[in-house]
């Protein structure tokens, strides 16, 4: 079994900050979400930094090491570094914006905002699963409010 470790996110001010703090550091990558407006980076206990541009709509990034490999998520991003050669070995457009690592593994499970998605080793997706709210409330004669703004059935 591969251990797996959460890798800390390190914020910065400015893009300019962020390239300032990992210079001359061993970086693997520059991961850019669309409209990139906050800055940081993650860093490895061996000494490999990951600088990130993203979006801010209020999630932070995410990252796992597994083993050589770190898989990072964040925005519409989910990415694969070998750091053992010190190179990205995969990107992905999630379907929508990504939430969270669910399994680590063949394959790679992640959610985003309505569902999970099933990604190979190479960052090909096997599958999605959409899960699909409420999206319309239709009363019945059956149906009454309840005072806490909840529906009752009356038998």
Sequence with gaps: MTKLDMLKWVACDYRSDMEARTSGEKVVGTLLTSDANTWGYFQTPEGWHLNVGYANIGLMPQAILAGPCMLV?????????????????FFYRMPLVFHEFVQIGNPLIVRDEVGFVGIAPDG????????????????????????????????
Excluded at 73 to 89: K, P
Excluded at 124 to 150: M, V, Y
């Design 124 to 155: 090909s997706e096997l599958w999605k699963f959409c899960t699909e709210g409420l999206s319309k409330a239709i009363r019945s004669p059956r149906h009454q409010w309840d005072n806490h703004g909840g529906i009752t059935l009356r038998v």
């Design 73 to 89: 998520g964040i925005n519409e991003c989910l990415a694969g570094y070998d750091l053992s050669i010190g190179t990205a070995r």
